[in-house]
């Protein structure tokens, strides 16, 4: 019995750990209905999580690379965020290619069939590709794409910080929508969930070429390009799954061995307040014409993010450093403040599961005060990290108003999360936010 059992969870395992590089069967991800589709990303999580933790263990141990904990939680807590405001929007536009499809539909493709799976990968990720190409090089999709792109490490933490603008109006579905014209709903929301999958592990240093299956598939080779800030490494491979595109379109880039790559942004923000990277960008934008005429008002927007007067549609890129010369931004807490903030993103982890199964179920009250929770608990960890003088009035009021909410409420009886456990958590976690405060160093306090 026990040898049935362990064979089960190695198959669980291994099918899972497949899943994040597509290699699935048209047979097992065929549906007639999108009612049908399992949440394949929120079952992937644990699995990613494990990943996570071996790519730090090999960077740590086996590479002697110190671990940016701040920037890893950060790109996290942007990922959990991205994902939980996207449940306002993603029924709403799963309908609206539905309805394309049942009203504009050019050809009839069967549900269950292999080719319309095989067509259906191809065009998902073709949307993607000028989703993401549009998202470089017109200055509103910048301002909110330049999220993804502000952490200076190359991990698989770094694939989880996402704007939350793209999860709240769900900017890549508007590129998949031509899709609508043929291909199945079923069939779209099973590869937009897997082409978002396979972009996961190619945020890894650690997996690196792939050989000759490059020249048809995305790998993390060319994704490093893709996040560079060196000169040579911008406006470049785009691709979800696929290389191919960026071969045709002209933007493909592969990896140059004879520099050093440096990641993240041109003008690389030095802070973790994961509100303030979703909006910082937007006056930046604005401040490049300010005072001038209001086509130029108008331009800024929808020109690239390096265009300023006088430029080409997308700037020029030989106005920037070849290679930037900057150190990354760590933060200065100590180990015990770190085990704390961490035990914080856990409770959200559990908390952001609970809401992406219950939520169709759950009252519009009880949505919003578990989204009020995730969010200020997110926003209270980066504000820490930032030794931000609101963090520790933020974290007072959080643990306060949540304690409230639940002798009021009684808590949220199909949470995973038993009053008593919310309570506890809530509680032990003011305690000692406030024992903290007191024994603190003024200087530390100051800092």
């Given amino acids: 019995m026990a040898n049935v059992s362990l064979a089960g969870l190695a198959s669980e395992a291994a099918m899972q750990y497949g899943r994040l590089f597509y290699l699935i069967s048209p047979k097992d991800s065929s549906f007639p209905g999108t009612d049908q589709v399992p949440d394949y990303v929120q079952q992937a999580m644990p699995y990613m999580v494990t990943l996570i933790l071996l790519e730090a263990l090999v960077n740590i141990f086996g590479r002697g690379k110190r671990h940016n904990i701040a920037d890893s939680v950060t790109s996290i807590s942007c990922g959990l965020v991205m994902t939980m405001v996207g449940l306002f929007s993603k029924a709403a ?5 539905a309805w394309v499809h049942t009203h504009y539909r050019v050809v009839d493709l069967a549900w269950d069939s292999p080719y319309t799976w095989l067509l259906t990968a191809v065009l998902v990720d073709l949307g993607y590709y000028w989703f993401h190409r ?4 017109v200055g509103v999709l910048w301002a909110v794409h330049q999220v993804h792109h502000s952490s200076e490490e190359f991990n698989l933490t770094t ?7 793209q999860g709240l109006f769900q900017l890549t579905h508007w590129f998949y929508l031509p899709a609508a014209l043929a291909v199945p709903p079923s069939q779209f929301l099973v590869h937009s969930q897997f082409v978002f999958l396979f972009q996961f592990w190619i945020h890894s240093e650690l ?9 048809i598939f995305n790998t993390s080779t060319y994704h490093q390009v893709h996040h560079g800030s060196n000169r040579y ?4 491979n785009y691709g979800g799954f696929l290389s191919v595109w960026d071969r045709i379109f002209g933007t493909f880039q592969d990896l140059r061995k004879d520099e050093e790559t440096v990641y993240g942004l041109i003008d690389q923000p030095q802070f973790f307040n994961i509100i303030k990277h979703q909006f910082f960008y937007f006056p930046l934008l604005q401040s490049k014409v300010s005072g001038g005429p209001w086509w130029q008002q108008v331009a800024v927007w929808l020109l690239g993010p390096g265009w300023f007067p006088g430029l080409p549609r997308l700037g020029d890129n030989n106005l920037v450093p070849a290679i930037p010369e900057r150190e990354i931004h760590y933060t200065s807490l100590p180990l ?5 903030l961490g035990i914080q993103l856990g409770f959200c982890f559990l908390l952001h599961d609970d809401l992406s199964r219950l939520y169709p179920a759950m009252t519009q009250g009880l949505v919003m005060a578990v989204m009020a929770m995730v969010l200020l608990t997110l926003t209270s960890i980066s504000l820490h990290y930032d030794h931000s003088r609101l963090a520790l009035p933020l974290e007072v009021f959080r643990c306060s108003a949540g304690i409230a ?3 009021v409420s009684g808590g949220w009886a199909s949470s995973s999360l038993s009053s008593p456990a919310l309570l506890a958590w809530l509680a032990t976690s003011l305690a000692t936010t406030l024992a903290a405060s007191i024994f603190t160093n003024p200087k530390e306090k100051a800092a």
């Fill in 93 to 97: 536009c799963l309908n609206l290619y």
């Fill in 134 to 137: 549009a998202s470089h090089e």
């Fill in 159 to 165: 694939a989880f910080r996402q704007p939350v603008f």
């Fill in 207 to 215: 997996i690196g070429d792939l050989g000759p299956l490059g020249l």
């Fill in 233 to 236: 490494c911008l406006d470049k």
């Fill in 336 to 340: 015990l403040s770190h085990l704390y």
């Fill in 405 to 407: 909410g639940v002798v």
